[in-house]
C-alpha cells in the first residue's frame, strides 16, 4: 500500500504486484487450471486499465507537489488480518468479511484493513491517530 501525505490529510493507495495478480490460470498438464478463458479476460481487462502508470504519475505528481509518500510494508504487516484495536493477527478466508476479534472489536474487514493502514502511517509520522467512538480516524 502507498500512503500520500498532504499537510492536511492523508490519502491511501493500494500497491500491489500486478505481474501476480495476472499471472495465468492456465495450469500445467497434470494440473490444468479452472475458468481460465474468464481469468484472461479479467487479466486483459486489468491491465488495460494501466495501473503501473497511474501509480508512476500519483508518485510524479506527489513529488512535484512536496507531498509525501509512504509505502506500507503489507507483507509484514497483514493489514487484512491484523486487528486495528489490539493489533492481533488471526488468519481469515477470503469469503469472511468481517473482522471479529477477541479484543470485542467487530467490523468490515476492508475498514478494518484500512485503519490498520492508517495506525502504522500515523506511527510512522509519529502522530497519534484521532480516536472517534474508539476507532481511529486520520487527523
Do not use: F
Request: with cysteine.
Amino acid at each position: 500500500m502507498i500512503l500520500v501525505c498532504s499537510s492536511r490529510r492523508p490519502n491511501v493507495h493500494v500497491r500491489a504486484s500486478w505481474a501476480n495478480m495476472t499471472r495465468s490460470a492456465r495450469g500445467t498438464a497434470d494440473a490444468p487450471g479452472r475458468n481460465v478463458r474468464q481469468k484472461a479476460g479479467l487479466n486483459r481487462e486489468v491491465l488495460d486499465t494501466a495501473p503501473g502508470a497511474l501509480m508512476t504519475m500519483i508518485k510524479y505528481k506527489a513529488e512535484e507537489a512536496g507531498v509525501w509518500i509512504l509505502e506500507a510494508p503489507t507483507g509484514q504487516l497483514k493489514p487484512s488480518q491484523r486487528c486495528p484495536s489490539c493489533n492481533a493477527v488471526k488468519k481469515k478466508s477470503l469469503d469472511q468479511r468481517v473482522h471479529s476479534c477477541p479484543c470485542g472489536h467487530d467490523e468490515p474487514r476492508d475498514l478494518a484493513s484500512a485503519r490498520v493502514v492508517l495506525n502504522w502511517a500515523m506511527e510512522g509520522l509519529g502522530r497519534e491517530p484521532v480516536m472517534r467512538d474508539g476507532l481511529a480516524l486520520a487527523a
